[in-house]
């Protein structure tokens, strides 16, 4: 069985950092690609970052020269430095695994969320 635990996720002050974590457990071959999203009260979740297999990374506006995504592929677990943290950053943060093998086949998971909550 599959799952996803994220972790790093808190209260913290307009400006402040925080570092979100997220591990992937279970028998897995392989992770084609982790990413972030967020989803703020009475909004869609949106896309924060991805990193892919071959090391490409990508963000949202939002996140760009604030956020940093790094994974350890050896170990299924990706992380998302956030620096300079603004109120509107506020959310629920998810983990998503895209194409994650399994002896049972592939197919996408999400983690249950971590509350970032960022006071002005």
């Known amino acids: 069985q599959v799952q996803l635990v994220e972790s790093g996720g808190g209260l913290v002050e307009s400006g402040g950092s925080l570092k979100l974590s997220c591990l992937a457990s279970?028998?897995?071959?392989?992770?084609?690609?982790m990413s972030w999203y967020r989803q703020a009260p009475g909004k869609e979740r949106e896309f924060v970052a991805k990193?892919?297999?071959?090391?490409?990374?990508e963000y949202a506006d939002t996140a760009k020269d604030r956020f940093t995504i790094s994974r350890d592929y050896s170990k299924h677990t990706v992380s998302l430095q956030m620096n300079s943290l603004k109120p509107e950053d506020t959310a629920v943060y998810f983990c998503k695994a895209n194409r994650l093998a399994t002896p049972q086949g592939v197919s996408d998971y999400w983690g249950q969320g971590t509350q970032v909550t960022v006071s002005s």
């Open positions: 990193a892919a297999r071959n090391n490409r990374t």
């Open positions: 279970g028998t897995i071959f392989s992770i084609s690609q």
